[in-house]
């Protein structure tokens, strides 16, 4: 670690004894094999390839070594409850995070200091490893208190953060020092190593007068940042709209003005989902000038407003959802959407043959599509409108996939999920129905015999959950496959019972969907799967 004074530094109080400002440096996507390795050996200081504080070098150059060239440090600011907020997306793989600091004081000493974080966490003080947070589960958060032997002066403070968790998990971290809360002279100093100190807090002035004056955005709202009337002073930025996982819909270069906004897009024109306008300086400055300075503005966008009453008759309600996942353009439900409302030109076919492509390689949730694809057919292949060129190409596929095949544990279906469970069965009645004679498997198992194995199976089932209910409590994923199999089940089973339980079961669901999400307040609010029901129902 370094020791010497850097020439050029931001200086902070501490808020309340808690560290509300970092450099920052990821996240960092790990291998499994490299994810723990770190936190395996907590004692080994940080490498000089592995990490160089920006003490002499501006933030825009101080990275991690060839390796890891695109990783560089930020200016990282907690919220207003003490948090870092470092990660709120689905990731792939496990990450890492960097965080560094100098603290300075007057008096050597022992400071107790108190961690609260998710995920696995190792904190070095001055090159020395201190502390090792607790990491099980990755999805808890947890407090640990220990005691850091700080010295008289500037004591280097780094911390390494993972978390291991595979989807979408929350990552927060916050670091308090209570015996620091009324030290006048203790501060926090961030290397920055070139003079552009002056233009770094006018930025930071510059994104605090920033809002928005709403958190949701529908229809026609423009999502925008509102400026107040006395604007201290006006410097160029970038507004960037994004998903939490990095995504961009838009970016704005301008100068804010006082009492005005910095516009993006209309929320009719985006995606539903949660977004976060980034406030940052402008590219060039960002990327090659050191100005590593960013501030997240959270927010959500609907495409329509949501209702508290029925203020449409249902058939106007049904529309109008439709049209919303037609304009979405995402993937096969889209398509199904456009057929359903007969909207044939706005079909995209190559859409239809990437889901073909995927059922046929029998990637994830596979087993869905085909179930999408079996239902595109038997409802509409027989429409004036229906793509000639689609019919050949879905039907190769359908009449191919091994259905048997999922009974054997060979598909990357989980069958002791509920949900799972009876979208394979779903899947197996409706392509036994289509395709009765046809072979399917190694064992050659004919449609019929399928069929009527997946009755048996599906009428226990559907029995057992509409007496007793289900396991566990449903969470928005597999709500959504129990739907869209019951759904299925209900429209196109042939077999009596099993039409009428699923339409049964489907009331108890609709009913319970109706109770968790009434005005929003259930899990995942106006965003869940089982919103949309919401709006039609």
């Given amino acids: 670690m370094h020791s010497a004074a850097p020439p050029y530094a931001l200086r902070y109080r501490l808020v309340d004894g808690f560290i509300h400002h970092w450099l920052a440096a990821g996240p960092q996507l790990l291998s499994p094999d490299e994810s723990g390795q770190r936190m395996g050996s907590p004692g080994l200081p940080p490498t000089e390839h592995e990490l160089q504080p920006p ?69 070095w003080l001055n090159g020395q490893a201190v502390h090792r947070h607790p990491a099980e589960p990755a999805t808890t958060i947890a407090s640990s208190t220990f005691s850091l032997p700080f010295k008289a002066g500037e004591n280097d403070l780094l911390i390494c953060c993972e978390q291991a968790i595979q989807g979408t998990a929350p990552w927060r971290l916050a670091l308090q020092l209570p015996d620091l809360r009324s030290a006048p002279t203790a501060r926090i100093q961030l290397p920055i190593g070139a003079n552009y100190t002056k233009q770094l807090h006018a930025y930071e002035m510059l994104f605090d007068q920033a809002t928005t004056d709403r958190d949701l955005f529908t229809g026609s709202d423009l999502v925008a940042i509102q400026w107040p009337q006395n604007l201290p002073e006006a410097l160029p930025l970038n507004l960037r709209l994004q998903f939490p996982d990095g995504q961009i819909f838009a970016e704005t270069l301008g100068l804010p003005r006082a009492g005005a906004q910095t516009r993006t897009l209309a929320a009719q024109r985006l995606p539903a989902g949660r977004y976060q306008a980034v406030l ?52 096969l439900p889209a398509e199904l959407a456009a057929m359903a409302l007969g909207a044939w030109r706005y079909v995209n076919q190559t859409t239809v043959s990437a889901a073909v492509d995927s059922a046929r390689r029998r990637e994830a949730n596979s087993v869905r599509t085909v179930l999408a694809l079996l239902g595109m057919m038997e409802r509409y292949e027989r429409q004036p409108g229906f793509p000639a060129t689609l019919r050949p190409l879905v039907e190769n596929c359908l009449r191919t996939y091994d259905y048997a095949a999922l009974d054997g544990g060979r598909s990357p279906v989980d069958n002791q999920k509920e949900s799972k469970t009876i979208l394979r069965l779903a899947t197996q009645i409706v392509a036994g129905q289509r ?103």
């Fill in 55 to 123: 003490t002499s070098r501006p933030l825009h150059l101080s990275g991690f070594g060839e390796q890891d060239a695109g990783l560089r440090w930020d200016l990282l600011r907690c919220a207003d409850d003490h948090f870092l907020h470092l990660s709120d997306f689905a990731r792939p793989t496990p990450l890492r995070v960097w965080l560094y600091a100098t603290l300075v004081q007057q008096t050597d000493g022992a400071i107790t200091a108190r961690l609260t974080a998710h995920g696995q966490v190792i904190i």
């Fill in 280 to 331: 940052m300086p402008p590219p060039r400055g960002y990327a090659q000038g050191g100005l590593r300075l960013r501030r997240v503005l959270p927010l959500t966008v609907l495409s329509e407003p949501p209702q508290l009453a029925r203020e449409t008759p249902y058939l106007e309600r049904l529309v109008g959802s439709l049209q919303q996942v037609m304009r979405r353009r995402q993937g």
């Fill in 435 to 537: 395709y009765p004679a046809q072979a399917f498997g190694a064992n050659r198992q004919t449609g019929s015999s399928l069929r009527r194995a997946a009755e048996v199976a599906a009428r226990s089932w559907l029995l057992q959950r509409g007496w007793f209910g289900f396991q566990t409590m449903l969470d928005d994923d597999r709500l959504d496959d129990l739907i869209f199999a019951l759904c299925q089940l209900h429209a196109l089973a042939k077999e009596n019972t099993v039409r009428e339980l699923a339409a049964v079961l489907l009331d108890k669901l609709f009913f319970t969907v109706g109770l968790h999400t009434f005005q929003g307040i259930g899990p995942g609010g106006l965003l869940a799967p089982a919103a949309a029901l919401g709006r039609v129902l």
